[in-house]
């Protein structure tokens, strides 16, 4: 179990260009989770997903993003034309919620850099 | 928006001495769960608390709820260097979205 991957780790990218980062959650975790972290904020829940299916998407994902999650297991985040204000990490997290395991696991997020 | 607030947003401590970290919300919640962040990396589950317990143990952490006051405690004992880093505190409501406060930054100084 290697835990939740990220990749790219960093990106910089010049405003007005697409995105796209990847997340790999922990292999049977049917839950995956998109969050965004500001410099001095605590993250902002974005999206989740349950296997496949996205049940919800927080008023912070403009219609410029897109997540995806199509076999169920990894899963894509895209932004489009993208902003200064788009400038933050990252983060994806996984969980396998059973009740009593309600834990959700973080990856090393990836930092987004809008020039 | 973010429910949780943590205090203090800073906090500097010699190394052996205990750090405590206080954080409140708004909203009833299912459980309540710390983490702690290195500069710039991920986040590190710490510690989940239920809504009907009141104290928990991991280690060197002792986490404290009160549903009464929508509060909880985190306190470390005996720091070192290696705990320098953001604390956070997130709820989950039940809805397995966690709802982040803005952490607390803890120095520990040798």
């Known amino acids: 179990d290697t835990g939740v991957s990220q990749d790219p780790r960093h990106k910089i990218t010049k405003r007005g260009q697409n995105v796209t980062f990847r997340c790999d959650p922990i292999?049977?975790?049917?839950?995956l989770y998109w969050y965004r972290q500001t410099l001095g904020q605590g993250p902002e829940f974005l999206t989740y997903?349950?296997?496949?299916?996205?049940?919800?998407k927080s008023r912070l994902l403009s219609d410029r993003f897109s997540a995806e999650r199509p076999k169920g297991s990894f899963s894509t985040l895209e932004i489009q034309r993208t902003e200064q204000g788009d400038s933050a990490m990252y983060l994806c997290?996984?969980?396998?919620?059973?009740?009593?395991?309600?834990?959700?696991?973080f990856g090393p997020g990836t930092r987004l850099l809008v020039l | 928006s973010q429910q949780g607030e943590e205090d203090p947003q800073a906090l500097s401590i010699q190394e052996g001495e205990n750090a405590t970290m206080n954080c409140s919300y708004k909203?009833?919640?299912?459980?309540l769960q710390w983490y702690r962040q290195n500069s710039g990396r991920g986040l590190v589950h710490l510690i989940l608390?239920?809504?009907?317990?009141r104290e928990k143990h991991s280690g060197r952490l002792r986490v404290t709820l009160d549903t009464s006051k929508k509060s909880s405690s985190l306190l470390i004992t005996a720091s070192r260097a290696a705990d320098t880093a953001s604390y956070f505190c997130?709820?989950?409501?039940?809805?397995?979205?966690?709802?982040f406060g803005a952490g607390t930054t803890v120095t520990v100084r040798a």
């Open positions: 997290a996984s969980s396998y919620p059973p009740v009593g395991q309600e834990t959700q696991y």
């Open positions: 292999s049977e975790h049917n839950r």
């Open positions: 997903f349950q296997n496949e299916a996205q049940l919800e």
């Open positions: 909203t009833s919640i299912n459980n």
């Open positions: 608390i239920r809504s009907n317990e």
């Open positions: 997130a709820t989950d409501a039940g809805d397995y979205k966690l709802s």
